[in-house]
């Protein structure tokens, strides 16, 4: 015979309902969760999902969908929101879309066949007919974009004043001659292309924004055409962590140094940017935070379905390093 809900509420010395509201997500007192999940450790218990998916019309796991795991962003808020799931002891689907909307709308029809409770989404930037459709039929928090005409939760970066602060920073490091590579396939990269192209309008600055396709080869073919031209920027502006690493591969490549010859600042600080001599001149973003309110509306969404839309906008933090400084002008011989 094997282990069933009933061992496990011996085990820990409660109901069997106890073990089932656990087991599913719900709210329990913090310290009878705990009994509980130990209990199922101890007993060695495994549910039986496909009898659950027979009995409920969602099962107590959740999809995560990301746009692009390299990025390590989306790498930092899928641990944030697989440890709170495994807390609540809660299952976790991880899809990446690689911001293709026929990859997007294959992984939601997944969700739906795994009857999950709940998404937390990254949308692709055309992803809105696949978003709306999805939310009938179960809660969506969106991540790091929003989905225009689409009434739901996010949590989101204010991405046009964090790209606006890099620019007010190169400017007051006497750059005059700048431009910024965002990615085209989403809706973050565009909304930090506005905030850029805003600031140095603002600031009178020489500025060009640049649309990149995505991926990291592209953003170096980019860089490449860019600081090979005779009169190449003084300083760039690189709209991910994933981007900010294509930027320094094709400066390298060129035989350029920064900032000594194109000064650089990017978004995310990422643990590679230690190795960097001097260090990058980066917003952090806030990733915790993100993951955890992504994951809080979640499960306020799961317990007051018909609650109004939440939006949060969380701000990012400049972080200064020798990337962005501007060179020592050498005196005359």
């Not at 992984?107 to 066949?113: A, G, N, S, V």
């Not at 317990?303 to 939006?311: F, G, I, S, V």
Request: with cysteine.
């Amino acid at each position: 015979m094997g282990v069933g809900i009933k061992d496990v509420a011996r085990e820990a010395e409660v109901s069997a309902a106890t073990v089932s509201r656990v087991l599913s997500g719900k709210t329990v007192d913090p310290a009878m969760r705990d009994r509980v999940l130990a209990a199922v450790r101890t007993t060695g218990y495994r549910p039986n999902l496909a009898a659950r998916r027979l009995r409920s019309r969602h099962t107590n796991t959740i999809g995560l969908i990301v746009a692009d795991i390299r990025n390590p962003f989306f790498t930092a808020v899928s641990r944030v929101v697989e440890d709170i799931a495994y807390e609540r002891g809660m299952r976790v689907i991880l899809c990446n879309t690689d911001e293709d909307p026929a990859k997007e709308a294959m992984y939601l029809q997944l969700m739906q066949e795994e009857r999950v409770a709940g998404i937390i989404l990254a949308p692709t930037r055309s992803g809105l007919e696949n978003a709306a459709r999805a939310k009938a039929d179960f809660p969506i928090v969106l991540i790091d974009r929003t989905v225009q005409g689409m009434d739901h939760d996010c949590v989101v970066l204010d991405n046009r004043a964090m790209a606006a602060r890099l620019v007010e920073h190169l400017h007051a490091q006497g750059f005059t001659r700048i431009a910024g590579l965002f990615g085209a396939a989403s809706a973050t990269g565009m909304e930090r292309r506005d905030g850029f192209k805003q600031a140095a309008q603002r600031l009178g600055l020489n500025a060009e924004a640049i649309a990149v396709p995505h991926g990291p080869g592209e953003a170096a073919q980019s860089v490449t055409a860019l600081l090979s031209r005779a009169e190449r920027p003084q300083a760039l502006v690189a709209s991910n962590g994933v981007m900010l690493m294509a930027v320094l591969r094709a400066v390298h490549g060129l035989g350029l140094n920064v900032p000594q010859d194109i000064a650089l600042t990017g978004f995310d600080k990422e643990d590679w940017m230690d190795f960097i001599a001097g260090g990058l001149s980066v917003i952090q973003q806030p990733v915790e935070d993100i993951g955890r309110t992504a994951m809080t509306m979640l499960l306020d969404r799961l317990d007051t379905p018909n609650a109004p839309a939440r939006k949060v906008v969380l701000a990012g933090r400049l972080i200064t390093g020798g990337s962005s400084a501007r060179p020592v002008e050498k005196a005359p011989a």
